[in-house]
């Protein structure tokens, strides 16, 4: 099964180094096979016969044991991503968009308790999509974006680290690796 690996938090401003190329190479020692990687943010993929919460335990051993620093994570499997992809509202697949994000659910996340704090982030520029390993953010304009919910709030909430972020185009490759087999 194809699985989608997600890093929250490294290559940021020089701090929390994991060169992408040292990490594929661990995962297909570690018995993953055919590990990919999408630019240098964490965001890898990778193929296994184990079950999701076996390789999720290999993969937080390994980190553990590697990295001097926390190294949170989400894994998620082809299909339940490509389940998600096909769930967005198409006025979050509007390309125009000045702004488009997923916020990753990390496994620590409470979601009911993010929605409800976030529910009311929605306006005539910014709206939201909650989904099942992610909401899903755009902002249609470029103008209002540094007044916006979003802006002023993401940073300093208190669910900010249960959340690993990409971008619109991010996303859209993250489900083309994940249909490479």
């Known amino acids: ?9 490294i290559n940021v401003g020089g701090k929390n180094k994991v060169v992408m190329a040292d990490l594929k190479a661990d995962l297909a020692e570690l018995g993953f096979q055919n590990p990919v990687s999408y630019i240098n943010s964490g965001n890898l ?3 296994s016969e184990n079950r999701e919460a076996k390789i999720a335990e290999t993969l937080t051993d390994y980190f553990r044991s590697t990295y001097d620093f926390p ?21 979050w697949r509007d390309e125009t968009a000045y702004r488009r994000d997923v ?5 620590e996340a409470k979601k009911d308790e993010i929605e409800a704090a976030t529910a009311d982030w929605a306006t005539d520029t910014e709206r939201l999509h909650f989904g099942h390993t992610a909401f899903f953010y ?13 802006h002023k709030k993401l940073l300093k909430a208190s669910f ?3 959340l690993t972020i990409r971008n619109g185009k991010t996303f859209q490759k993250l489900i083309e690796l994940a249909d490479e087999a």
């Not at 099964?1 to 938090?9: D, I």
């Open 1 to 9: 099964m194809r699985y989608v690996l997600l890093l929250r938090g």
């Open 45 to 47: 993929v990778f193929d």
């Open 71 to 91: 190294l949170p994570f989400i894994l998620i499997s082809a299909a339940t991503l490509r389940k998600e992809a096909a769930q967005v509202p198409d006025w």
């Open 103 to 107: 916020l990753f659910y990390l496994p």
């Open 138 to 150: 755009s902002n249609t304009n470029q103008a209002d974006y540094l007044k916006s919910n979003y």
């Open 160 to 162: 900010y680290k249960q």
